[in-house]
């Protein structure tokens, strides 16, 4: 009887007891552009990710499938990463990827598309971020206009980090991602207590894009972190 009374004990705090939940790369939003690539057409994916687990994980790859009007597949293409490449829990991450079609001589060809992630538990590598600050401008031109992104990372911690990289990602005024891009210059380590400026230009036609239907960035956020 005492057996059976302390397996019944056991039992209902097994079922009370709140589950861990293992890590999970999730895609939180998402934007897709059709966009002119040489003399076709191209997509461009880019994703906001988040860890919505309570185990830190690893980006293990993701797709991008084009599809035209009928729903018939035209294309696809592997994600090898994700930037930062391991997230811990509540943790953000960015992916994009431009998937060119050939027979896509008009915009319309390229209709929809699916994107799939995918994420394996990790406890080995981890992520050491630096303090970083985002900026963004316009920089007018003779020719055509550019957009500069630019980050500013801070080493605040006691020993040089090599292999640095940033993410930068723009967003609209509902707070909508809109595009994201990485910076991770070779050969450079960030001394203690020393600063890096990065800066990029945001792909020209890209920018046409968003000119041609009104998207206008208002808030840049930026990830600047060494894989240890």
């Known amino acids: 009887m005492k057996k059976l009374f302390a397996l019944v004990i056991a039992t209902l705090f097994a079922l009370s007891a709140p589950a861990l939940a293992a890590g999970n790369a999730t895609i939180m939003q998402e934007v897709f552009y059709v966009r002119p690539y040489s003399t076709y057409y191209a997509g461009d994916v880019f994703a906001e990710l988040k860890n919505t687990g309570d185990k830190p994980v690893k980006f293990n790859g993701g797709m991008i499938e084009l599809f035209d009007e009928g729903g018939n597949s035209i294309e696809s293409n592997n994600i090898y990463s994700c930037y930062p490449p391991i997230l811990g829990p509540g943790e953000m991450g960015y992916i994009f990827k431009t998937t060119t079609v050939k027979e896509a001589k008009e915009k319309s060809y390229i209709d929809d598309y699916s994107l799939t992630v995918t994420s394996k538990g990790e406890n080995k590598k981890e992520i050491k971020y ?18 500069v992104i630019a980050a500013s990372i801070q080493n605040d911690t006691d020993a040089v980090l090599f292999n640095v990289t940033t993410v930068i990602a723009l967003y609209d005024s509902n707070d909508k991602l809109i595009y994201a891009d990485y910076i991770s210059p070779s050969n450079i380590g960030v001394p203690p207590g020393q600063s890096l400026f990065l800066h990029k230009r945001v792909e020209s036609k890209i920018l046409d894009l968003w000119v041609e239907n009104g998207i206008t960035p208002v808030r840049i956020a930026t990830i600047a972190y060494s894989e240890i």
């Open 130 to 147: 630096l303090s970083s600050d985002g900026d963004y401008r316009l920089v007018e031109k003779s020719y055509k206009d550019e957009l």
